[in-house]
């Protein structure tokens, strides 16, 4: 499939939020209408660009995979269009998350990045349900428990908690900065 592009950026190599990060930066260069291809190798960047589009404006119009190689398209908006862009209001810092672990609260630790980077290191008793999957499943989270949503920087979990509060959840919290700073426990299931 050939697919043309006004626009390409190189994303290959890097975490969440670096493709988000730089395609918001690029993508101000681009006419309303113009298409860019967001070239990425994190698995996770296809939630993560197209919940970022949706909640801008942007259309995202679909990934294509070409030797581990995710080609993501991404048409700019049009003034009529754009939406600005939201944050999670509700975070919590990793000091609040920690006090939370050895008072011994019962409180749920929902990841949301990728299996892999779950599987070599999470915090202990977290569920893993990465961004991609959310959507599909939230109905094995419970709307009634203090939900705390941990991704490696703030950003991917902001928007889950954005989606998690659409759905109808209200006792959510975005961990900010993430697993990048957690320096608690650790589990792992390499």
Sequence with gaps: MS??????????????PMPIVKTKKAIK?????QVM?????????????????ESTGHQYLGTVEEDDILKHYVRKA?????????????IAELSTLQAKYKEGATITVLDVRE????????????VNIPF????????????????YI???TGSRSDLAAQKLTEAGFTNIWNVVSGMSKWDGPLANER
């Design 3 to 16: 697919i043309q592009a006004n626009d390409v950026l190189d994303a290959k190599g890097l975490a969440c």
């Design 29 to 33: 260069e681009l006419d309303p209408g």
């Design 37 to 53: 291809e967001v070239q990425a190798t994190d698995k996770g960047s296809t939630a993560d660009l197209k919940a970022w589009a």
């Design 78 to 90: 049009s003034v009529a269009e754009a939406k600005e862009e939201k944050k999670y209001e509700k």
């Design 115 to 126: 299996p892999a980077e779950f599987a070599f290191g999470h915090i202990l008793g977290a």
């Design 132 to 147: 991609g999957e959310l959507v599909e499943r939230f109905e094995e989270l419970d709307k009634k428990k203090e939900l």
């Design 150 to 152: 941990i991704c490696r």
